[in-house]
């Protein structure tokens, strides 16, 4: 059982940063990968972004390509959500996720990841 360890959400003004970090107990291997959902009450769960273990591939949600970057220290088995020029809209709870999905045309849906966070509030002020 794969548990996640999810830090760094927060209050920031628009135009701010922040960086979550989410720690794995698990070694990755073959198509494993872990990423970041995202969810505002009462809606679905919206891809952020997402690392892939093999070949070190990374993937962005077009609503947050060039403003977020995702990283991983291997070292320490955590994964970074490094969030700059922050809007409004990106206000939701933040999922860290970790899991194999079945190939590239599948990292952004929820149900290839089967372990889940318990989340992060993240909220921009206008």
């Known amino acids: 059982q794969e548990e996640l360890e999810e830090s760094g959400g927060g209050l920031v003004q628009s135009g701010g940063s922040l960086r979550l970090s989410c720690k794995s107990s698990t070694r990755p291997y073959g198509e494993y990968a872990m990423g970041w959902f995202r969810q505002v009450p009462g809606q679905e769960r919206v891809f952020v972004a997402a690392w892939r273990w093999r070949g070190s591939g990374t993937y962005y949600a077009d609503s947050v390509q060039g403003r977020f970057t995702i990283s991983r220290d291997n070292a320490k088995n955590t994964v970074f959500l490094q969030m700059n020029s922050l809007k409004p809209e990106y206000t939701a709870i933040y999922f860290c996720?970790?899991?194999?999905?079945?190939?590239?045309?599948?990292?952004?849906?929820?149900?290839?990841?089967?372990?889940w966070g318990q989340g992060t509030q993240v909220t921009v002020s206008s």
């Open positions: 996720v970790a899991g194999w999905p079945a190939g590239t045309p599948r990292i952004t849906t929820p149900s290839e990841y089967i372990y």
